[in-house]
Nanobody, 121 residues
Framework: QVQLVESGGGLVQAGESLRLSCAAS????????MAWYRQAPGKEREFVAA????????DYANSVKGRFTISRDNAKNTVYLQMNSLKPEDTAVYYC??????????????WGQGTQVTVSS
């Protein structure tokens, strides 16, 4: 089992920045990918960004490219999402996702409890 604890959400004005953190803990897991998703009121959860744990390869939704940066600290099992130039449409609950597993191992997905990000215009 993996537990994910997110932090860093809040209320900011358009154009400002926030940094989200997600720390993973548990016993005997092999981290494969960590990602951020978000869900705005009345909308489905959508992909924001992901990072592969071994190589650090990243992927972003088109809507956040150039504004958001995902990074990781392998030693701390923590992933970060630096969000710059925030827009009102970025307002959502942001969820951390962790996928564990690898060659010869089962893959499992875990989710954090979510952290609210509100951007005022």
């Amino acid at each position: 089992q993996v537990q994910l604890v997110e932090s860093g959400g809040g209320l900011v004005q358009a154009g400002e920045s926030l940094r989200l953190s997600c720390a993973a803990s548990g016993s005997s897991f092999t981290m494969n990918v960590m990602a951020w998703y978000r869900q705005a009121p009345g909308k489905e959860r959508e992909f924001v960004a992901a990072i592969s744990w071994s190589l650090g390869a990243t992927d972003y939704a088109n809507s956040v490219k150039g504004r958001f940066t995902i990074s990781r600290d392998n030693a701390k099992n923590t992933v970060y999402l630096q969000m710059n130039s925030l827009k009102p449409e970025d307002t959502a609950v942001y969820y951390c996702n962790a996928r564990t597993g690898g060659p010869g191992l089962n893959f499992n997905d875990y989710w954090g409890q979510g952290t609210q990000v509100t951007v005022s215009s």
